[in-house]
């Protein structure tokens, strides 16, 4: 149906400027978006969200770059706005923003915890509920969660634990915005080989993830690349449209329920 293609979309890539997020602008262009409002959150990442609205024109499609705390509803509301007022509508809706921290719960602050649901929690709650406000018909909303809402693991409360409500409001959304066509979906990785995973990780924990997976074998890191994720989140944008409600684990085998 044409509807579900990407030809003359507009898409919103909330934290869109690099890693995941920045791949994922970047393919959607080159698979035929009409144009892509690249979020980033703060001047740390100014020149990587400029650099991905170049690489986009590039690819023949037409991007902003719009910054901004998605822990302050205001900013969420002005992401949508700035979207539809450049680009007259907004299709597509993606949310890879998140944040991590590893460690046992008996020593996670208060503050840890306000702001990790802040950004894993909140931001993502308010990014659906702008865009079943502001979506047009037959559109899309994915948001970025994690493989570890399935793992069974110590140290890791925190960080699937504020991630976990994405997938409730995941559901709850494709049931509301159905009727107007619009798929919500939740795509949750295994670690992945970008700057976000190790941080957090000893030079031990990291090659345990790297052999966790099915599959490890079968990639250079043999973590979760994000080439493997972009494909996936077009697809569920596109023709993957009859896909709704679901959290998809795209791990290799890293995790499974």
Avoid: C
């Amino acid at each position: 149906m044409s509807e579900h293609s990407l030809t003359e979309k507009v898409v919103i890539v909330a934290g869109g400027a690099k890693n995941l997020g920045g791949l994922i602008s970047r393919d959607l262009a080159a698979h035929g978006a009409k144009a892509i409002a690249v979020h980033y959150n703060s001047d740390a990442t100014r020149a990587a969200a400029e650099e991905t609205v170049a690489a986009v024109k590039a690819l023949g499609s037409d991007a902003i770059a719009v910054q901004g705390d998605l822990t302050q509803v205001a900013n969420v509301t002005k992401l949508f706005d700035e979207t539809i007022k450049t680009f007259g509508h907004v299709d597509i809706a993606i949310n890879t923003t998140g944040m991590v921290i590893k460690k046992p719960i008996v020593d996670v602050t208060e503050a840890e915890y306000d702001i990790m649901f802040g950004v894993n929690s909140k931001a993502a709650f308010f990014f659906i509920q702008e865009a079943g406000k502001k979506l047009a018909d037959n559109g899309s909303i994915v948001s970025i969660v994690s493989s570890l809402l399935a793992a069974y693991t110590p140290f890791y409360a925190i960080y699937p634990g504020s991630k976990a409500p994405v997938e409730h409001y995941t559901r709850a959304a494709s049931k509301e915005f159905g009727e107007r066509g619009i798929s919500v979906n939740a795509v949750g990785p295994g670690p992945m080989d970008t700057p976000f995973f190790y941080p957090a990780e000893s030079k031990e924990s990291a090659a345990y993830h790297a052999t966790a997976a099915a599959l490890s074998s079968r990639t250079k890191s043999g973590l979760t690349e994000i080439q493997d994720i972009a494909p996936l989140v077009r697809f569920l944008v596109s023709e993957g449209w009859w896909i709704t409600g679901q959290t998809i684990f795209a791990n290799g085998g890293y995790t499974t329920r």
